[in-house]
């Protein structure tokens, strides 16, 4: 079995994160933990890409935790709208962030685009650092395809979820079940490569000793 430090610290606030993302660290023996358990401030994400302010992140929860940190940055990129909100999605309608203005915002963008002009997809970025200043951090991207819908539907999931349509399985992001959205979105696909990393590395590390 793939072996992971007894606990790491996640990167974000975000409840819903820390729920799907300890669900998945659980079965590996691993405990997650918010990085408000350590009074740490929120980092300025001065990234221009997910990778960037996902590295900014984890440096920053490591270095106040003392622990490995995991980050996660995360977003929706619509077409019509040439990406956006992307990195800015969580404070898209402004801060402090909320879900419900985000998406009346988002719903008024695309007021004018139907069909396949409402495609979009989420991007997830996903960071591991053993140490705050960690020279060769594990890197891993997810991107989970999908059309905007013009109402909200389901109440699973945080964000954008409720407008997410999955084609493949003809409902939205918010009426997934979490088990299966754990395995078929951009952060799921993120984190089963993050385990693969991971185990490879502590594989090498065996290896040498």
């Given amino acids: 079995m793939l ?3 007894p606990k790491i610290v996640l990167a974000s606030g975000n409840k819903g994160k820390l729920k799907e993302m300890s669900a998945v660290l659980a079965d590996l023996g691993c405990q997650l933990e918010s990085q408000s358990a350590f009074d740490t401030p929120e980092a300025d994400e001065t990234g221009l890409s997910f990778v960037e302010n996902a590295i900014i992140k984890a440096r920053n929860a490591a270095e106040h935790s003392g622990l490995p940190a995991i980050a996660d940055d ?3 990129c619509v077409d019509a709208l040439g990406g956006a909100p992307g990195i800015y999605s969580a404070r898209y309608a402004g801060l402090p962030s909320n879900d419900a203005n985000n998406n009346q915002k988002l719903l008024h963008a695309l007021a004018d685009y139907s069909g396949n002009e409402r495609s979009a997809h989420f991007h997830c970025a996903l960071v591991f650092v053993q140490h705050a200043e960690d020279p060769a951090p594990i890197i891993c991207e997810g991107r989970w395809r999908g059309t905007l819908l013009t109402e909200a539907r389901g109440e699973n999931g945080f964000g954008y979820d409720p407008l997410f349509y999955v084609p493949e399985q003809q409902c939205t992001s918010a009426e997934l079940a979490p088990e ?7 952060r799921g696909l993120a984190m089963t490569q993050l385990m693969a990393a991971i185990g490879t590395m502590a594989a090498a590390f065996e290896g040498d000793n």
């Avoid at 299966?180 to 951009?186: A, E, P, R, V, Y």
């Fill in 74 to 76: 995360s977003g929706l």
């Fill in 180 to 186: 299966l959205k754990n395995k078929i979105s951009h």
């Fill in 3 to 5: 072996q992971l430090p």
